[in-house]
């Protein structure tokens, strides 16, 4: 059994950051590209930024230059740090990794979700 549990949402002022944290458990045999992903109101989900298991980043262009992903592999984290947050940020953020299990073989995974708010 492989789980994401996601924390580090929650409201901050127009300006603002917040550092979101995603950690992946459970009986892991290898964890390839993880990233973060939103779903705003009325929206269809998007990439937000992706990094790979060598450390490689990609971000989507309205994020470039505010946030920052990066990943603890002796952990099996992912972080995404949010500067300079928008009301336009404000949306349910969420983990995906790509993860072989010792019972299943490499697929996607996604954590729960956690809101982010961001005020004007």
């Known amino acids: 059994q492989v789980q994401l549990v996601e924390s580090g949402g929650g409201l901050v002022q127009a300006g603002g950051s917040l550092r979101l944290s995603c950690a992946a458990s459970?009986?892991?045999?290898?964890?390839?590209?993880m990233g973060w992903y939103r779903q705003a109101p009325g929206k269809e989900r998007e990439l937000v930024a992706r990094?790979?298991?060598?450390?490689?980043?990609s971000y989507t262009d309205p994020v470039k230059g505010r946030f920052t992903i990066s990943r603890d592999n002796a952990k099996n984290t992912v972080y995404l740090q949010m500067n300079d947050l928008k009301p336009e940020d404000t949306a349910v953020y969420y983990c995906?990794?790509?993860?072989?299990?010792?019972?299943?073989?490499?697929?996607?995974?996604w954590g729960q979700g956690t809101q982010v708010t961001v005020s004007s």
């Open positions: 995906n990794a790509e993860i072989a299990s010792v019972v299943a073989s490499l697929r996607p995974y």
């Open positions: 459970g009986s892991i045999f290898r964890l390839n590209a």
């Open positions: 990094i790979t298991s060598g450390g490689t980043t």
